[in-house]
């Protein structure tokens, strides 16, 4: 099975500064996809950005970019000029390139909190 | 309507009871999911359904949940037989269901949560 962690419960960031949200998982898949998911207090969970695993290219989405390691097994997300409608939690999430067996949902890690100081 | 859509956004149960929670997909949206988030922790994946077909129910943490989709659009998802630790917010997602794009983006609804005396 598949297992997310994200190592920081919470962080915080002054505004216009740049943070980095670590992510880690343990796979013995070769071929997978990562996302960074945004729960904002309204609970309702945003697509961020996300990453295929056969790309050695990050994924950069405006101020949003991903450091994939695959090797390392690392997925870190770095948000550039932080806003203050960037607080939320930030959850790093795994899926297989499979199907079936569980393979179809998404494994999420336990998220980071985002505080963004004015 | 243009997102994902649950209902009620908030139910308590007292514990041996029986609850169905409800949730309206995006319109044309074929796959549809199930989690279910605890306090403090990253929603765990319970279910997913293509069209009206449950192809995988592996997450389901035990035989008082079901869930069913028999139209294939609207979802509920029923625990019979509440108990405390069932208490957490139940998140529904939609995604077109493209099978060859397993990346394609999966949008959630705003959850339901539930408390279990």
Same mark, same amino acid.
């Given at each position: 099975?598949?297992?997310?962690?994200?190592?920081?419960?919470?962080?915080?960031?002054?505004?216009?500064?740049?943070?980095?949200?670590?992510?880690?998982?343990?796979?013995?898949?070769?071929?997978?996809?990562?996302?960074?998911?945004?729960?904002?207090?309204?609970?309702?969970?945003?697509?961020?950005?996300?990453?295929?695993?056969?790309?050695?290219?990050?994924?950069?989405?405006?101020?949003?970019?991903?450091?994939?390691?695959?090797?390392?097994?690392?997925?870190?997300?770095?948000?550039?000029?932080?806003?203050?409608?960037?607080?939320?939690?930030?959850?790093?999430?795994?899926?297989?390139?499979?199907?079936?067996?569980?393979?179809?949902?998404?494994?999420?890690?336990?998220?980071?909190?985002?505080?963004?100081?004015? | 309507?243009?997102?994902?859509?649950?209902?009620?956004?908030?139910?308590?149960?007292?514990?041996?009871?029986?609850?169905?929670?409800?949730?309206?997909?995006?319109?044309?949206?074929?796959?549809?999911?199930?989690y279910q988030q605890a306090?403090?922790q990253?929603p765990?994946?319970?279910?997913?359904?293509?069209?009206?077909?449950?192809?995988?129910? @592996?997450?389901?943490?035990? *035989? #008082?949940?079901?869930?069913?989709?028999?139209? %294939?659009?609207?979802?509920? $998802?029923?625990?019979?037989?509440?108990?405390?630790?069932?208490?957490a917010v139940?998140l529904?997602?939609? @995604?077109?269901?493209?099978? *060859? #794009?397993?990346?394609?983006?999966?949008?959630? %609804?705003?959850?339901?949560? $539930?408390?279990?005396?």
């Open positions: 099975a598949q297992t997310v962690t994200q190592s920081q419960p919470e962080m915080s960031v002054q505004e216009a500064e740049t943070v980095t949200l670590s992510c880690t998982y343990d796979t013995s898949e070769s071929d997978y996809y990562l996302f960074w998911y945004k729960q904002p207090p309204s609970r309702q969970m945003i697509l961020v950005i996300r990453q295929e695993a056969y790309k050695q290219q990050n994924a950069t989405e405006n101020r949003f970019s991903v450091n994939f390691q695959k090797a390392a097994k690392s997925f870190s997300l770095k948000i550039s000029d932080s806003q203050l409608g960037d607080a939320a939690m930030y959850f790093c999430a795994y899926r297989s390139a499979g199907s079936g067996g569980g393979a179809d949902g998404l494994t999420f890690g336990k998220g980071t909190h985002l505080i963004i100081q004015p | 309507g243009a997102g994902v859509s649950q209902s009620p956004r908030y139910k308590v149960a007292k514990r041996g009871q029986d609850v169905a929670l409800r949730c309206d997909p995006i319109s044309g949206h074929v796959s549809l999911f199930w306090l403090g990253g765990e994946f319970l279910t997913y359904f293509q069209n009206e077909a449950q192809l995988d129910k @592996s997450g389901l943490p035990s *035989d #008082r949940f079901f869930a069913e989709r028999p139209e %294939g659009s609207v979802s509920t $998802l029923k625990i019979q037989r509440t108990q405390q630790e069932d208490s139940y529904c997602a939609s @995604s077109l269901g493209i099978r *060859d #794009r397993v990346w394609e983006t999966q949008y959630f %609804g705003p959850g339901t949560r $539930l408390l279990v005396l």
